[in-house]
Nanobody, 117 residues
Framework: QAQLVESGGGLVQAGGSLRLSCVVSGLPINAMGWDRQAPGKQRELVARISGGGRPSYADSVKGRFTISRNNAKNTVYLQMNSLKPEDTAVYYC?????????????WGQGTQVTVSS
């Protein structure tokens, strides 16, 4: 049974920083990442990091957010700097996990990030 457990959300002032962490367990891991959903909006991709460590970002966070992973700890991180009120959302950890018969996408339960102006 796959499990994704996020931590690190909270309340921060605009211009501040937060670091999110997510530990993945249960199945071998391929890609990892983060999505977010703001009130009244659709969930959107924030960042991905491939199994080989190649990152990619949504245009809205490029230059401010950094995704990284520690394969020994099955953990993915999202360092968020220069936060803006529009970054306020529930952030969901994402992992593409390897079953015996293929790959499936999983998401955690989410952690709230609130940026005050």
């Amino acid at each position: 049974q796959a499990q994704l457990v996020e931590s690190g959300g909270g309340l921060v002032q605009a211009g501040g920083s937060l670091r999110l962490s997510c530990v993945v367990s249960g199945l071998p891991i391929n890609a990892m990442g983060w999505d977010r959903q703001a009130p009244g909006k659709q969930r959107e991709l924030v960042a991905r990091i491939s199994g080989g460590g190649r990152p990619s970002y949504a245009d809205s966070v490029k230059g401010r957010f950094t995704i990284s992973r520690n394969n020994a700890k099955n953990t993915v991180y999202l360092q968020m700097n220069s936060l803006k009120p529009e970054d306020t959302a529930v952030y969901y950890c994402y992992a593409n996990l390897d079953h015996d018969v293929g790959y499936s996408d999983y998401w955690g339960q989410g952690t709230q990030v609130t940026v005050s102006s």
